[in-house]
């Protein structure tokens, strides 16, 4: 098993930055990628979001287009930890965000959720 601490949420005025982490700990074999999702308030599950991502055999990075010039995604491979700056953040932005790691054991490939953490933009 896997198991991933996210922290960094809050509450932040329109404009305001954030720094989420995400750690990694036990059984890590082979780290893909590691995402971050947000699902909004009132919204289902099924509706999760992908916001940015890392991972392939460069770290590739990608930022959904909602939060594209704002985002900045990246992870330690040393440490095990994820890194997701939003700047300029947006009342919209509000949600919950949710680390996502999917890694590669013996061929199968397995996902593991945080437990999330709330970021509230508003004035």
């Known amino acids: 098993q896997v198991q991933l601490v996210e922290s960094g949420g809050g509450s932040v005025q329109p404009g305001g930055s954030l720094r989420l982490s995400c750690a990694a700990s036990g059984s890590i074999f082979s780290i893909e990628y590691m995402d971050w999702y947000h699902q909004r308030p009132e919204e289902p599950e099924e509706l999760r979001e992908l916001?940015?991502?890392?991972?392939?055999?460069?770290?590739?990075?990608h930022c959904a287009n909602s939060v594209k010039g704002r985002c900045s995604i990246s992870r330690d491979n040393v440490s095990k930890t994820g890194y997701l700056q939003l700047n300029n953040l947006k009342p919209e932005d509000t949600a919950v965000y949710y680390c996502?790691?999917?890694?590669?054991?013996?061929?199968?490939?397995?996902?593991?959720w945080g437990q999330g953490t709330q970021v509230t933009v508003s004035s």
């Open positions: 996502h790691l999917m890694q590669l054991r013996f061929g199968s490939e397995e996902h593991y």
């Open positions: 916001v940015a991502g890392v991972g392939g055999g460069h770290d590739t990075t």
